[in-house]
């Protein structure tokens, strides 16, 4: 296993005393320590790595970054299965498999390739033209067809068992990017004192400076005064680095996500990945900039690289893509490139220059290295055999009909100049200009994304701010950096560095090379070569009328393939512009996006998955619950017991025995997840006045009122048992769903509209456990207890406090049950305790617990409404037969001016009534409707078999339904048969109310 | 001025165009110059604009139409959705609504020559508490009187619908079942605008891009023109139709309406082989997923809980979001977020919209359509095309007339106080 593409020397990031052994498709292979996937298969003369999207066509590593649109592969499998990741990105390690991915049988022999055959057929848009008929077509034949060929990587089958992590920080200036820029500017924000954070997305710092090392800073080499900026830094207490970190997006109000790739590297990381949140005054975006490629016939083609990663390749992991490399370029770095092969000792076959008369050090430098130069010259195009290059032709600008000279090669580097990567400056809003002389888009000083204090929230420094040599790149990067500090009133004392780089004259862009003799009209110029875009295809959306960069895009795709235009985009928008006779300006740009690559769902879930995924919340009873045969059931953020099982009994059977326990003995239930909230001060009176319906200044200190609550509209949102404390002070119920809306509601109506009301509101839910007693023994049972409290003198909705067998109290004599019942709140810390010693006694006295569905049938007999059963929005309190809790006396309160209006008064409306099925034993569906005249009158609200009467109930919401007591309605099931039932009083039970007042 | 008609799209103007390498396309629509007068202007080339006038011109016979967009035509919420459709709505004036407009969405590909791909492939609502299943059972009551097809699926078909849904029963939020709409689905949403955009033009309206309105003209009470970047245009009628910008453009009319604007939150992964063949709401725990014909995951889940008219993403909701399927789809874990972006959505106090006349005579609002107008789209077009046609709002418009705010007529699918007790 020879690696025939390594040079024999340099190649700053590997470590050649170490190799490394790795699988590309099941065949093994050798690398080093410090390769990515991408260099070791270079290295071992691997050309073809991936199929096209659409055409599936041959495509090879064309990039050394995170640019990468063609070299994807699946990593792993089961539960470690990972698709479309970019071998570019993948740092080498012991045992990596990796295998190609969208082909079929295998790489070279890819039966989706016939596809290309008729691609004429497909241009862009093409399936919007067609598949039209027959209709039904699409969805059984062609869709499923379409989607089978289409998509990248296969999709992952197992649960993911890597853990990730969240992290959380603050800094004044977070640096994104560990160029010569970004080191430049965190070397000024330390020396200011500012809190720095410095993340770079590869493992190493430096950037471009490790492989054009050809510029003096300070006097010294850029290696020497990289080494010695990065020791600087690592030695400053305000200066956090991190490596294989990118800074993915910059949100509103100064809020950055950072995506640390710490436990990709094969080895039993114990965090896989970890997502950063992190609050910044400043953002210094040092993001650099990315080559562009140059559309030519074929220019797809395996051993078609961008000149700036070839170079990469060679000066950092000693790789040589090719034996003999043409080199396409429209400026001067492209010579950087030849030279730097030329010095590897590889043969450069020639420098094709776009430019009539390319001039300057670097090319200078070429000439006297004696390479070729052709002037005025292009790729015509290039030619495959065996699914890699192996030729080209090339065409002169002036004479394009000409035969150009065919050239052997088996690789070409090719430059078309570079757009600064500006997506951090536009994720929140900054604006990009086009720069006509530089060719390329740069950040807008005037339009910049602003922060939370309506300054720049961005800054661009280097070369993601167009500057394109390191002279020019540091100087700027510099002066960016103190603009930014002196906006947090910080001073650097860091002096700019001194630079001595090459000159380089601007690139004279090339968006689309002709072709020599007939290529013409039927070219293949890519564009974006993940999906298959082509000048043609741009130039037939323009001429289709697709005209906005929007429509261009979206009607070919261009720029949505996973790396999101980064190498298409700009080439993309000046054939739409050519095509439409407009500049770029004209054309404009589509929106950045975050993230700048793409994140892991994983690691956005963080710990929160499995058991953490919402944490269950626990009442001090939980774990007795379950070791008596709780059956949970998920009730807000709590799970609670909905019946308790004994034996393998059913679920009807305990819920029964769990609801005539309550009826004939005494039940006792675990109502500790009902919401608690405090609500104090000397306006709390009033203040409850304005959110509930009924009066609650009026309740006495010590006593208990049950309370609705409206939502603006007029619509019942909770209720729940209100007690008066002290003069000042209430305790409110609510739901157990609802805790946490209606503490948030008190909030927003104390901050939004009544901030001048002294009140304070307080959820303390979780501070207390509460235990209700219920059932004709329950004095009994109160009695038998060790307590100072004389239970049977507290009246119905009173209130007393005291000790209970050495837990301090609250008893509340409320009911929801019908049954005379005391409800007890104790400190949590108590609950467990109490609960078991009144466990304890019920079941001495033949009662025992009860679960949240008894407690619903109990209710029900007794016709009390559950919030979100009997309503869902639209349903009032006098819907629900509940006028009497709504204040006639009171001027004001929340949905009272609602309430007034036509539709909520109507006679007519949905009434709460009860339903007898004429046949006992039938229960009437969940939600059935009832049905008159082919039209609904109204749905079924609760319904069950009540043990306690032997026979079916339910309540429902029918229309006009109070004045029709008596009258048999047919309820419509899904089962295509009708129930008749009779409509009646919903209070099925003890109408008079006696055992609960006794 | 009628255009002339333009040829139609079928496979085989596709073969013919290929001979000339597809050289002779004509254009979809054409770019005119506003006319100093119209019959109707409509604001908003958005899929429910465009659908306005092709209904107007087509079931109407008004012809005389421009309809102005401020930016590019489909680039609002149009072109920003997670694309599904459905029609399993609990009130009946939505259900009316929803169906006419996903029955419609059937047959479009073929009425208006162009793919849009509707795909009906299934949409699963999932129930995970007691409480949710007992609301989605009232809805399949409710959707069956009002003739829409749905089944309770168990979590045995619900497995079987979709196999890589958890439906282990110790889950934190276990799968008791769902709801399930096997004629819904999604559609390409870029297509439905540029379809209604392609068929309008050929019925002669104009629709007129980077035309943004600055002024709407009044005498009397009643509407005569807009003006706009592009110079002034008169109409008899207009109709506003833009979304998270109604406030805006009902500002310059003179009225206000009872709207909020706030980000809503969509992202999607990369593209991967097929997985999810059906499009899954998982309301309990805040997301919901499909899988488009490319690949990608379509994640959709909750709005910003600020005010804006920023179309930009956000990060709390995406975290929610992501958090909540990672839960109910484990396998995706592995895979990439590749892009989020925001849409403005204009929310109304029951969050059903609002087809209506207003205070000001002429004047026609189409909004309000929250985070669900996509699957709106036909039968939002269609209705209130009559309702500006007639000048009152047909059988299925009027239940969302304006006045249903001050009556309290409201038409509330929140199943707002839904909390569990």
Redesign the interface.
């Known amino acids: 296993m020879t690696q025939p593409n390594r040079l024999d020397d340099g190649g700053v990031l590997i470590d050649r005393s170490h190799k490394i052994k790795f699988f590309f498709d099941g065949k093994p292979y050798n690398g080093h320590p410090g390769d990515t996937l991408a260099s070791a298969l270079l290295a071992n003369g691997v050309k073809l790595v991936n199929r096209s999207y659409k055409y599936h066509r041959p495509r090879g590593i064309v990039s050394s970054g995170p640019e990468e649109p063609n070299a994807l592969v699946n990593l792993g499998s089961d539960a470690t299965h990972e698709p479309n990741i970019r071998m570019t990105q993948i740092e080498l390690h012991d045992g990596l498999d990796a295998t190609s991915q969208n082909r079929f049988p295998n790489l070279d022999a890819d039966i989706g390739v016939l596809n290309a055959a008729a691609s004429r057929l497909y241009p862009a848009g093409f399936y919007y033209k067609t598949f039209i008929h027959p209709r039904h077509a699409w969805k059984y034949l062609f869709e499923p067809v379409i989607r089978r060929i289409a998509g990248l990587g296969k999709a992952p089958t197992h649960p993911d068992n890597s853990q990730y992590e969240h992290t959380y920080a603050f800094c004044d200036v977070l640096i994104a990017g560990g160029g010569v820029a970004g080191l430049v500017a965190a070397k000024a924000a330390s020396e200011a004192g500012a809190r720095v954070i410095l993340a770079e997305q590869t493992e190493r710092l430096g950037g471009r400076l490790l492989v054009d090392d050809d510029a003096e800073i300070d006097g010294k080499p850029a290696r020497v005064w990289l080494e010695e900026t990065i020791a600087a830094l690592e030695a400053m207490d305000n200066v956090t680095i991190r490596l294989r970190t990118c800074c993915s997006a910059a949100y509103d109000h100064n809020y950055c996500l950072l995506y640390e790739r710490s436990g990709d590297r094969g080895e039993a990381a114990q965090v896989r990945h970890r997502l950063w949140r992190v609050r910044t005054a400043r953002v210094i975006a040092a993001t650099g900039m990315i080559e562009r490629p140059i559309a030519f016939h074929y220019n797809d083609v395996p051993g078609v690289m961008l000149a700036s990663a070839v170079r990469d390749y060679v000066k950092l992991w000693g790789v040589s893509p090719g034996e003999k490399t043409v080199v396409y370029t429209t400026n001067d770095d492209g010579y950087r490139t030849a030279l730097a092969l030329h010095e590897a000792g590889r043969t450069v076959r020639a420098i094709l220059d776009s430019r009539k008369d390319p001039s300057g050090p670097l090319v200078e430098k070429a000439r006297a290295a004696g390479l070729e130069i052709r002037p005025n010259t292009g790729i015509g195009k290039a030619k495959a055999k065996r699914n890699k290059l192996e030729q080209i032709e090339t065409v002169n600008f002036d004479k394009p009909e000409a035969p150009g000279k065919t050239m052997y090669c088996d690789c070409v580097a090719m430059s078309n100049g570079w757009s600064p990567v500006i997506h951090l400056y536009s994720h929140s809003g900054g604006k990009a200009l086009w720069d006509e002389d530089a060719v390329m888009y740069r950040p807008d000083p005037a339009n910049p994304p602003r922060g939370k204090d309506a300054e720049a929230m961005v800054f661009v420094a280097g070369s993601a701010n167009g500057e394109l040599t390191t002279d020019a790149v540091v100087a700027q990067a510099a002066e960016i950096a103190s603009e930014a500090l002196s906006q947090l009133g910080m001073k650097t004392s860091a002096v700019a560095p001194s630079v001595t780089a090459v000159t380089e004259t601007t690139t004279v862009p090339v968006w689309c090379t002709p072709s020599p003799g007939k290529a013409g009209l039927g070219g293949k110029h890519f564009l974006d070569y993940q999906n298959d875009v082509t000048v043609a295809d741009v130039a037939l959306a323009a001429r289709e009328g697709y005209e906005s960069v929007e429509h261009a895009k979206r009607y070919t795709t261009l720029g949505m393939a996973t790396d999101q235009g980064k190498l298409s985009n700009i080439n993309g928008h000046a054939i739409l512009g050519k095509t439409l006779g407009k500049t770029m300006a004209e054309v404009g740009t589509t929106t950045f996006r975050p993230p700048f690559t793409p994140i892991s769902f994983g690691s956005i879930a963080g710990r929160e998955t499995g058991n953490l995924f919402k944490p269950v919340r626990q009442t001090a009873m939980h774990d007795w619950h379950a070791a008596h045969g709780a059956d949970w059931e998920p009730v807000g953020d709590w799970r609670r017991p909905y019946r308790y099982q004994r034996g393998d009994e059913d679920r009807d059977t305990s819920i029964h025995r769990e609801c005539l326990r309550v009826r004939n003995s005494v039940g006792i239930l675990d109502a500790s997840t009902l919401g608690k909230i405090i609500v104090k001060g000397p306006d709390a009176p009033k203040f409850l006045d304005m959110m509930y319906t009924n009066m609650m200044s009026s309740l006495k200190p010590g006593k208990c009122r049950y309370g609705l609550m409206n939502n603006e509209n007029g619509f019942l949102m909770d209720d729940g048992v209100v007690v008066r404390l002290d003069e000042e002070t209430f305790l409110c119920h609510t739901t157990s769903g609802g805790a946490d809306r209606i503490h948030a509601w008190f909030e927003e109506w104390l901050q939004t509209e009544w901030f001048d009301f002294k009140v304070y509101v307080a959820n303390v839910t979780e501070q207390y456990s509460q235990i209700a007693v219920a059932g004709p023994k329950g004095l009994e049972l109160l009695g038998s207890l060790d307590s100072d409290i004389d239970f049977a003198a507290v009246p119905f909705m009173g209130m007393a406090e005291g000790t209970v067998e050495g837990c301090p109290v609250r008893a509340f004599r409320i009911s929801f049950t019908g049954e005379l019942s005391y409800e007890f709140a104790v400190p949590v810390s108590f609950g467990l305790a109490l609960w078991e010693k009144l466990h304890a006694k019920a079941e001495a006295l033949g009662g025992g617990v009860y679960g949240t569905e008894a407690q619903h049938i109990l209710r029900a007999e007794k016709g009390f409404v559950v919030i979100g059963d009997e309503t869902d929005g639209t349903v009032t309190a006098h819907d629900v037969g509940m006028s009497w809790a709504v204040s006639k006396k009171k001027e004001d309160f929340i949905g009272k001016r609602a309430m007034e209006r036509s539709d909520l008064t109507r006679p007519d409306r949905k009434q709460l009534v009860g339903l007898l099925t004429e046949d006992p034993n039938e229960v009437l569906p969940d939600g059935a409707h009832g049905v008159e005249n082919g039209k609904a009158i109204g749905h079924v609200t609760s319904t069950y078999f009540s043990p306690t009467l032997k026979r079916s109930i339910a309540m429902a919401l029918i229309n006009g339904g109070r004045a029709r007591f008596g009258e048999v309605i047919q309820i419509s099931t899904a089962k295509k048969k009708t129930i008749r039932a009779v409509i009646c009083d919903p209070v099925f039970y003890d109408k008079k109310g006696e055992r609960q007042d006794v | 001025m009628a255009a002339k008609r333009k040829p139609r ?3 085989f ?3 013919r165009n ?1 001979m000339s ?3 002779g ?7 005119p110059d506003p006319k100093p007068e119209y019959d109707v202007v409509i604001v908003g080339a958005g899929g429910h604009g465009l659908a306005t006038a092709y209904y107007l011109a087509k079931n109407h016979g008004i012809t005389n139409i421009a309809v102005v967009e401020k ?5 609002g919420n149009t ?1 920003r959705n997670t694309t599904i459709i459905r029609s399993n709505y609990l009130q ?1 004036s939505s259900a009316a609504l929803f169906e006419l407009s996903r029955s419609l969405f ?2 479009l ?2 009425e208006l ?3 849009i ?5 299934g949409v699963l609502m999932l129930a ?4 949710e ?3 989605w ?6 959707t ?2 009002n003739n829409i097809y749905t089944e ?1 699926a168990d979590t045995k078909r619900v497995k079987e619908i979709c196999p ?1 849904i958890n439906t282990d029963p110790g889950a ?3 799968v008791l079942g769902g709801l399930w709409q096997p004629r819904g689905g999604t559609a ?1 949403h ?2 439905v605008a ?2 209604y955009a392609r068929a309008a033009d050929d019925l002669g309206v104009d629709v007129i ?1 980077n035309c943004e309105v600055l002024g709407i003209d009044r005498e009397g009470g009643k509407v005569t023109g807009v003006q706009t970047t592009r110079g002034a245009i008169k109409c008899g009628k207009l109709g506003i139709v833009v979304a998270g910008n109604t406030t805006r453009l009902t500002d310059m009319a003179g009225f206000r309406m009872p709207l909020e604007s706030v980000p809503l939150q969509a992202l999607v ?7 999810l063949d059906i499009v899954v709401m998982a309301n309990t ?1 805040h997301g919901y997923m499909s899988q488009s ?3 990608e995951l379509v994640i959709g889940g909750g709005t910003d809980g600020y005010n804006a008219y ?1 179309q ?4 709390q909701h ?2 929610e979001t ?6 109910t789809f ?12 925001g849409g403005i959505v204009d929310i109304t ?2 969050r059903s919209p609002i087809i209506s006349k207003t205070p000001v005579d002429g004047v026609f609002v189409n909004c309000g359509w929250g985070t669900g107008g996509f699957k709106a789209t036909c039968g939002s077009g269609h209705c209130f095309a009559a309702t500006i046609a007639k000048g009152e709002p047909d059988a299925v418009a009027a239940p969302f007339s304006l006045d ?1 705010f ?5 038409i ?1 699918e ?8």
């Open positions: 799209y079928s496979i103007s596709l073969a290929s390498h597809h050289q396309w004509e254009k979809a629509w054409r770019s930016g590019w035509l489909g680039g072109g009946d059937e047959t590909s073929q020559n162009y793919n791909m509707f795909s009906p492939r995970q508490t007691e409480h299943k007992r609301a059972q009232r809805t399949h009551h409710a069956r009187l309770w890589i934190r939020f276990p390409r870029d297509a540029w379809g891009q992964s990369e593209p991967i082989k097929p997985c725990v014909d490319k690949g920023t930009r993403g956000s990060f995406v975290e992501v958090t909540a399927l990672v839960e484990p396998i995706i874990s592995r895979l990439r977020m590749l892009r989020q972006w106090g029951d249903r001050s009556e309290g007529r409201m509330d929140s199943v707002a106080a839904a909390v569990a007790h």
